[in-house]
């Protein structure tokens, strides 16, 4: 163990979905190392348009999927019969207990619930087959739209045929942008009847988009524009037809409306977009057909260019604001991004480094001091001994040794768990896990030495004699084995005790919190089941260091959280108000800015 005069720190940090946060795992997204992932089709449905990459909404959305797949692989492993996966300790009988972790009570033998936030708007991914007209035909996992029925009055020669796609346009993204290519073309004329554009869910499929209310089009065979009338205006970018690409994009800060033929931008073709629109495409001649491309592929058209303009807009409005009226007494940007540190690394207890750090300020102002003569005053950082109990309690969690934590809690702040049940309940869960982590190790550590295979496994075809250590293997092996099934019994033990502690709480939270953490001894090593894995993270220990050290400071009479988080905070909460209705938030994000930081590397 690292001795009080130096700080704890987390061995690992996970990126959060920007809200308010509570504690500085607010700080978690500081320590993203990769960007975020450039591919498109990813092989389960999910795809990520090139533009959107690295975008608030886009993260949104992934981690929405992934949490949505999780729930769906749970639903779909086997269990017994039983509701929900419950799997009773009778129909574990006959299981030995190296082979499988069972308690005396029932088990959940699923990976633990998994929450997703619906509010994340989807991106669309196809045409929709139920919301077209029924002379359309959708081909191609529905990127593709036929008109496959054939004309037989003078009345249907006049109705177009339309179809929208299976999500709405997200207002979220900022921007959003598809594309359509033409395949073929009707054999009776030249010209084309293909339309494209947007339009809300309520409007007629018998109509090219634009000629209704709630739609807007760009129609291929006079090159005009369409917004909710049947009288167009003329377009820069003229007619087109078979073999063109024509794309449709849409500016939800601006409100404006643009389209691309064959890779060019053309003017703005309609201001103050509102709605919920669905990309839409319509026609009226038999064998017209066309091919969208919702981001599954890259685009003609430089659209990741034009996105990053409109993001360099944002920054540079940032960038001249002015922090020095923002803050009182005024002070430069530079000297409060120091002193909002300073007050971080003392409200958390990493005193020594914030003392060393004070040095590090003062050292830098004197060296830049034009008058020598000029005195710089120093930055004084008191020793706080509540910092360094906190600090203390701090470094034990952050190494696993969670009762060890409990036991300075109790001895330096006697009544902070009294008064905080939910702390308390967190840290007991934590121990637990702690225990099947460290059996976990254990188990994988005896099963490398008898390479993969239990140590009375192990075939004794060397005599003694031949070579000694031969007994000092075995030994060892059952010694391992020996220690693993001790801490596998205390950590039974101590599960049984946590589960009738709590046995009697009505909480939903605290049910579905203890059904999470004892489906872990469903599985021999859950350190490799992916479902569970992530509970034994030591991500984890993070969280609860910080709620039990901002229950310590409030306890203190002393602010819960820094004024650095308290910044952070507000922003991601500003961002988010900011990206409602596709507002600037929406192009701009903590990460963004961030990844623009030089990266330094290592000693």
């Known amino acids: 163990m690292a001795n009080s005069g130096s700080d704890g720190g987390a061995d690992s940090f996970q990126t959060r979905a920007p809200q308010s946060p509570q504690f500085s795992r607010a700080f978690e997204g500081l320590m993203h190392n990769g960007s975020a992932d450039s591919s498109r089709a990813q092989g389960n449905g999910f795809f990520t348009p090139s533009y959107l990459n690295g975008s608030n909404y886009i993260q949104k959305l992934k981690d929405s999927h992934r949490a949505r797949q999780a729930q769906k692989e749970?639903?779909?492993?086997?269990?017994?019969?039983?509701?929900?996966?419950?799997?009773?300790?009778?129909?574990?009988?006959?299981?030995?207990?190296?082979?499988?972790l069972g308690m005396t009570y029932d088990l959940i033998e699923r990976a633990p619930a998994v929450e997703y936030d619906e509010s994340v708007a989807p991106l669309p991914a196809k045409w929709n087959k139920d919301d077209k007209h029924s002379s359309l035909e959708v081909l191609a996992n529905?990127?593709?739209?036929?008109?496959?029925?054939?004309?037989?009055?003078?009345?249907?020669?006049?109705?177009?045929?339309?179809?929208?796609?299976?999500?709405?346009?997200?207002?979220?993204?900022?921007?959003?942008?598809?594309?359509?290519?033409?395949?073929?073309?009707?054999?009776?004329?030249?010209?084309?009847?293909?339309?494209?554009?947007?339009?809300?869910?309520?409007?007629?499929?018998?109509?090219?988009?634009?000629?209704?209310?709630?739609?807007?089009?760009?129609?291929?065979?006079?090159?005009?524009?369409?917004?909710?009338?049947?009288?167009?205006?003329?377009?820069?970018?003229?007619?087109?037809?078979?073999?063109?690409?024509?794309?449709?994009?849409?500016?939800?800060?601006?409100?404006?409306?643009?389209?691309?033929k064959n890779g060019k931008n053309y003017k703005t073709a309609f201001r103050d977009i509102k709605g919920d629109l669905y990309p839409s495409v319509g026609m009226k001649k038999p064998g017209e057909h066309i091919r969208v491309n919702f981001g599954q592929e890259p685009f003609v058209f430089s659209i990741d260019a034009m996105v990053k303009r409109e993001q360099a807009k944002i920054r540079t409005a940032i960038n001249q604001t002015s922090v020095e009226r923002l803050v009182s007494p005024q002070m430069g940007e530079t000297e409060l991004i120091q002193q909002l540190v300073l007050q971080f690394l003392q409200h958390d207890g990493y005193v020594e480094t914030a003392r060393a750090f004070a040095e590090e300020i003062h050292d830098e102002k004197k060296a830049l001091q034009i008058d020598p003569q000029t005195p710089v005053p120093g930055i004084n950082i008191k020793d706080d001994e509540d910092a360094h109990h906190r600090q203390r309690i701090r470094r034990a969690i952050l190494e696993g040794e969670i009762e060890k934590a409990v036991k300075y809690t109790y001895t330096y702040?006697?009544?902070?768990?009294?008064?905080?049940?939910?702390?308390?309940?967190?840290?007991?869960?934590?121990?637990?896990?702690?225990?099947?982590?460290?059996?976990?190790?254990?188990?994988?550590?005896?099963?490398?030495?008898?390479?993969?295979?239990?140590?009375?496994?192990?075939p004794h075809t060397m005599d003694v004699d031949e070579n000694a250590s031969s007994d000092k293997m075995e030994e060892d092996g059952l010694e391992a084995q020996t220690?693993?099934?001790?801490?596998?019994?205390?950590?039974?033990?101590?599960?049984?005790?946590?589960?009738?502690?709590?046995?009697?709480?009505?909480?939903?939270?605290?049910?579905?919190?203890?059904?999470?953490?004892?489906?872990?001894l469903a599985y021999p090593n859950p350190l490799q089941?992916?479902?569970?894995?992530?509970?034994?993270?030591?991500?984890?220990?993070?969280?609860?260091?910080?709620?039990?050290?901002?229950?310590?400071?409030?306890?203190?009479?002393?602010?819960?959280?820094?004024?650095?988080?308290?910044?952070?905070?507000?922003?991601?909460?500003?961002?988010?108000?900011?990206?409602?209705?596709?507002?600037?938030?929406?192009?701009?994000?903590?990460?963004s800015i961030i990844d623009e930081v030089p990266k330094v590397s290592p000693l």
Not at 188 to 206: D, H, M, P, Q, Y
């Open 142 to 260: 529905g990127r593709e739209v036929k008109y496959a029925a054939s004309r037989t009055t003078r009345e249907a020669e006049h109705e177009t045929c339309a179809i929208r796609a299976d999500h709405p346009m997200p207002w979220q993204a900022g921007i959003y942008y598809f594309e359509v290519t033409l395949l073929s073309r009707s054999p009776r004329r030249e010209e084309t009847t293909v339309c494209i554009g947007f339009s809300g869910k309520n409007v007629a499929l018998t109509r090219p988009p634009g000629w209704e209310p709630e739609s807007w089009g760009y129609h291929g065979d006079d090159g005009d524009v369409y917004a909710g009338q049947n009288v167009g205006k003329t377009y820069d970018g003229a007619s087109f037809g078979p073999q063109d690409i024509v794309g449709c994009g849409v500016n939800f800060r601006t409100r404006e409306a643009f389209f691309t």
């Open 529 to 591: 089941v992916k479902e569970v894995a992530p509970l034994l993270d030591k991500k984890g220990r993070v969280a609860v260091a910080e709620e039990l050290n901002s229950a310590i400071l409030s306890s203190l009479g002393k602010s819960s959280r820094s004024a650095l988080e308290n910044l952070y905070g507000q922003t991601s909460v500003l961002l988010d108000y900011l990206r409602e209705d596709g507002g600037p938030g929406s192009l701009i994000s903590i990460q």
């Open 413 to 458: 702040y006697p009544r902070v768990l009294e008064g905080n049940d939910d702390v308390y309940f967190k840290l007991r869960c934590r121990t637990f896990i702690e225990m099947v982590r460290k059996s976990a190790e254990l188990g994988a550590q005896n099963a490398k030495k008898s390479n993969g295979r239990p140590v009375d496994e192990i």
């Open 74 to 100: 749970i639903q779909q492993q086997p269990n017994s019969g039983l509701p929900a996966g419950i799997t009773t300790t009778a129909s574990l009988a006959n299981k030995t207990p190296a082979s499988h």
């Open 483 to 520: 220690e693993q099934d001790d801490l596998l019994a205390k950590t039974i033990e101590y599960g049984q005790k946590l589960q009738a502690e709590f046995k009697d709480d009505t909480r939903r939270r605290v049910k579905r919190t203890l059904s999470e953490v004892f489906s872990l």
